[in-house]
C-alpha cells in the first residue's frame, strides 16, 4: 500500500485575482488578491453583494510590479484584508504613499501597513 503524495502548494493554490482599488483623490491602483476567501469578498464588494468591510488594508512592498505599474509600491499579496475602521497611523491616500514611499515603515506607516480609510474597490480585471 502506498501513501499518495502531497499537492504541492502551487497546485492547492487559486489563481489570483485582480482588483482595481481607488480612494478619495481618484487615482487607481490594482490590488492582487491570492487569498480565496478574500476574493470571494472582494468580488461581493464589487457586485454590490455585500458593504461590510469595503476598505482595503496590507502590507506594501516599496517596488514595482507589472500589474500595477504606474505606482513605486503595491499590497503584498498574501497581506490583503478588508476592514471597517481602523487606527489613523496606517490611513493615507494613494498619492501620498507614492510621494513619501521613503518614510514608510518608520512612523509614516509603521511596519508598512497601509489601511486607506477611503479606498474602495471599483472592479475586477482580467488576470495579466
Not at 502590507?59 to 500595477?68: L, M
Not at 476592514?83 to 501620498?96: K, L, R
Amino acid at each position: 500500500m502506498t501513501a499518495a503524495a502531497p499537492a504541492s502548494a502551487a497546485q492547492q493554490a487559486a489563481p489570483a485575482a485582480y482588483f482595481v482599488m481607488t480612494d478619495i483623490t481618484r487615482e487607481q491602483f490594482v490590488v492582487q488578491i491570492t487569498d480565496p476567501d478574500k476574493i470571494r469578498h472582494a468580488r461581493e464588494l464589487v457586485s454590490g453583494e455585500t458593504g461590510e468591510r469595503p476598505h482595503v488594508v496590507g502590507r506594501i512592498a516599496k517596488q514595482r510590479t507589472p500589474y500595477n505599474a504606474r505606482w513605486s509600491y503595491h499590497f503584498r499579496p498574501e497581506t490583503v484584508d478588508f476592514f471597517d475602521v481602523a487606527i489613523e497611523v496606517c490611513d493615507a491616500t494613494i498619492p501620498y504613499v507614492e510621494d513619501h514611499l521613503d518614510e514608510a515603515g518608520g512612523p509614516f506607516l509603521p511596519g508598512l501597513v497601509f489601511c486607506p480609510w477611503t479606498s474602495r474597490l471599483v472592479r475586477e480585471l482580467p488576470a495579466p
